[in-house]
């Protein structure tokens, strides 16, 4: 189906080429997702031209925008508002300090892996005896480039390691040893919990300007998509369904 804005006519290899900036479960999903994401831009442009704006492509649309979007500045009390509603939002993150011995193994390398993880469970075994060898031997046995301090990984925050990893980690107490070694794609790891800090809610005075950006930035999204759902509104549109060009215009 033609797409058509007005008078202009979106060529199909331009849907072809912007299709692959929209994922979606089916080619025709795709293909409806990149039209709408085209006439939201023609739109614009055509706007821009109306007014005269100076400039060519997005430098004109986003002159465009400055013009015609000016959402008001978010005030104390709104940002108050979202932090007394959603205090655990703006917590500090939770921070553990860990040391491991890596023997590593390839996820798809079943011997390799049980030789791993028996070298693993050996190592673990000396240390449980005496915690005060962990530095000499991550430093013969670990393959990992923390082997050459100690074996230690530094202060590390939910989402800074691999999955898999971090559920163990974040499990321990400060001195603790992980009672069997930790599997991850990268092999077993030998892991001890050195020291631990739990996150804190951060005062309102230090996230309010966090608040009042994504306020700002909601605000401008909600007016974008207002304006373009106007200009939608009075033109003649091809080859993509308006109900949803105005939906997806106007995130919320």
């Known amino acids: 189906m033609t797409l058509r804005i007005n008078d202009i006519v979106i060529p199909e290899a331009r849907i072809l080429a912007e299709m692959q900036y929209h994922a979606a479960g089916s080619v025709e999903a795709a293909r409806e997702k990149a ?44 940002c108050r508002e979202i932090y007394d509603r959603h ?9 553990v300090e860990a040391q491991h011995i890596l023997c590593a193994a390839a996820p798809d390398d079943a011997e390799a892996r049980a030789a791993a993880q028996a070298r693993a469970e050996r190592l673990l075994g000396e240390l449980q005896a005496d915690p005060a060898r962990f530095a000499a031997l991550a430093e013969m046995h670990s393959d990992c480039p923390s082997k050459t301090n100690a074996g230690m990984l530094g202060q590390l925050t939910r989402g800074s390691t691999v999955p898999e990893f971090e559920t ?10 992980c009672a069997a070694p930790v599997p991850s794609r990268y092999g077993f790891h030998v892991l001890r919990c050195l020291a631990r800090a739990e996150g804190v809610v951060l005062p309102f005075e230090h996230v309010r300007p966090r608040i009042a950006d994504a306020l700002r930035a909601r605000a401008w999204r909600r007016d974008v998509g207002r304006f373009v759902a106007s200009l939608a509104a009075a033109a ?10 105005q939906h997806d215009a106007a995130p919320e």
């Open 35 to 78: 039209s709408r994401a085209l006439a939201v831009r023609e739109l614009l442009r055509q706007a821009a031209a109306a007014r005269a704006i100076d400039g060519a492509g997005e430098e004109a649309i986003d002159h465009l925008l400055d013009e015609v979007v000016d959402p008001a500045e978010p005030d104390e009390a709104t």
């Open 168 to 177: 163990y980690l974040f499990s321990l107490d400060a001195g603790e040893f």
């Open 87 to 95: 205090p655990e939002r703006f917590r500090s993150p939770d921070l």
């Open 236 to 245: 003649r549109i091809e080859g993509v369904t308006m109900v949803e060009l």
